[in-house]
Structure formats: C-alpha cells, structure tokens
C-alpha cells in the first residue's frame, strides 16, 4: 500500500495562495506530509483584519490549514492576505526574503468566486443576460489574482534553478478547448488559468523552472460536503440520498476525491528531480497518481475525468 514520504520535501519552502478550504488546503497538507515548510495564504483568518475575510463567510482559515500542515509532518506558517491587493501580496514577498530568502514550490489556487458562480440552477445564462459586476468580479478573483500573486513572488522562485509553479483550475486545456463551462466568465477564467501555466512555463524555462496547471476531478471540498450534508467520513451516504434534507448526489460522485490528493499530485511533482518534464501542461490528479503510483486518503485511485 502506498504511504507518503515524510522527508521528500524536507527543507524545501512552498507558498499556497488560497490554503484557506478545498483543493489549497488539501495541496498545503500535502505538500506538509512530504516535509515541507508552507506558507499558508488567504483571506480568512482567525487572528488577522476581520474586513478582508472571504465572502463565503465560512469557518475554515488559514490558521486551521497550518496547524493541518504541522500534525502532518510540515511546518504551516499562516499568513493573511487579500490576493487581489498588489500592496499586500509585495508585503508578503518582502516577508518571504526576509523569513526564507527562497520560495521553492508556488501554488496559485485562489479562486473565491464560488458563491459568486452561483447555484445550477443560474447556470447557463448568456452574458447579455448574465450580471455585468458578477461577472467581471468572477475574472478579477480567478486571473488577476494569479498574475498578481506570480508578479510579486516568482522573483523568490527564479532566483535559482529548480522552481516550481502550480496553477491550479478546473478542468485540463483539453477538456476545456472543447467544452462550455457553466458561464461566459466561468469559462473564460478556467480557460485563462490553463494558459497562464502555459505562458509563465515559456517564461520560467530559461531560469530552470517549472509551470504546470494541475485540475482535480469532483473535488469532496468543505461546501461540496456541506451541500451533501456529509463529511469527509461517510460522504458515501450521499449517493443513498438517505441524508436528511439534503438532495442525493448524482451517480458521479462516487469518483470523487479528497482534496489530498490533487495536493499528492503537487508534492510528487515538487519531489520529481525530473519535473521540469511538465512544462506548460495541463493535466489531472489522476495523470499524476498513475505517473508517481500515490492514492487518495482512502487507498484508491479515483478519476472523475474519465467518465466527463
């Protein structure tokens, strides 16, 4: 049976900008279990400047995350910011060089657009129809973001060889090429994001790093459970559709995934002396598990994509 290597990153320093739920929370205790010192980024925080915190209004945050990172192996470091304010994310580069000198390992998975997307039931709706603002403000927390965050903090990644920057987005650049997804903007922010690891790859390769945009499949998130009204402990009982005023989860969901193990993907590429091999593509938790042989929590090996 698969177990970790507790030591694969040790030493190694990794920023996780969106640590705070889901897939970044799930990457950041990953990345922790192989050893790694992580900085845990976002917006909701236990201690921090109540005013920044996420629209979700949810109660996971950043301190949550790091303490997560520590009781696997790592070292978790939380640090408040708002990703979408340059002034906040140079504060946190100036933080990094001082504290750190070096960032080996950059995940971008701040998203925060999840309330904003809206229910299935708005899904859909053409752009003349669709909420100008909603919209706009769906690109700005899913792009600018991305290029905010890479602009101040790859300086720490490129200095030198070996660096390694995640994209994290929903759906592969080929899957996405060929399908409409939810909304104008939703579309456009999952297509943009694929490309960014394209573009930074070409970028990055001439200082010896890496760029890759990584997807999960039917990520078993924090609000994906609540919806279900189930835990990460018998989230099964939802296919039954015996829980208590909660709708059954389609057929599908039977191949969903833990956030740990997109975040195992990320690890197993970090620990890869071979990775630059990823440059500029776009794959799957699941490409990943079948190259570097890892499972989820539960032992398996899951794979929504392919039944998409």
């Known amino acids: 049976m698969w177990t970790p290597d507790h ?14 739920r889901g897939a970044g929370r799930g990457i950041a205790a990953a990345l922790g279990e192989a050893g790694a010192t992580v900085v845990c980024t ?40 708002d990703h979408l304010d340059p002034a906040q994310v140079a504060g946190l580069a100036e933080r990094l060089r001082a504290e750190h000198g070096h960032v080996d ?56 060889p070996s660096g390694l920057l995640v994209e994290v987005t929903d759906g592969t650049a080929a899957y996405n090429a060929g399908q409409y997804r939810i909304s104008v903007y939703y579309d456009l922010a999952k297509v943009a994001v694929n490309r960014l690891a394209f573009s930074q790859g070409h970028e990055l390769a001439p200082y010896g ?16 459970l609540d919806n279900f ?5 018998n989230w099964r009982d939802a296919l039954s559709g015996s829980v208590p005023g909660h709708p059954a989860a389609p057929e599908g969901f039977a191949a969903s995934e833990s956030p740990r193990y997109v975040g195992r993907g990320v690890a197993a590429v970090a620990a890869d002396p071979d990775r630059a091999r990823w440059n500029q ?12 042989g890892f499972t989820d929590t539960d032992g398996t090996r899951p794979d929504s994509w392919s039944t998409q």
């Not at 040790?10 to 969106?18: E, K, M």
């Not at 945009?213 to 998130?221: D, F, I, K, Q, Y």
């Open 229 to 233: 009204g189930v835990t990460e402990a």
């Open 105 to 160: 390992v950059l995940v971008n998975d701040i998203w925060g657009a999840e309330v904003l997307k809206g229910p299935p039931s708005t899904w859909n709706t053409p752009v003349w129809r669709h909420d100008l603002d909603t919209g706009l403000r769906i690109l700005r927390l899913a792009v600018d973001t991305h290029l905010i965050t890479s602009h101040h903090l790859l300086p720490l990644l490129v200095d030198r």
């Open 281 to 292: 593509r776009s794959v799957t938790s699941a490409e990943l598990a079948r190259e570097y």
């Open 7 to 20: 030591d694969a990153l040790r030493g190694r320093v990794a920023v996780v900008a969106g640590a705070t």
């Open 42 to 81: 976002g917006r909701s925080s236990s201690t921090g400047d109540a005013a920044i915190r996420s629209d979700y209004d949810r109660a996971e945050t950043i301190e949550e995350t790091a303490a997560l990172v520590d009781r696997l192996g790592g070292r978790g470091v939380p640090v408040q910011v």
């Open 209 to 224: 790093a890496t760029a890759l945009a990584v997807t999960p499949g039917w990520l078993r998130s924090e609000i994906m």
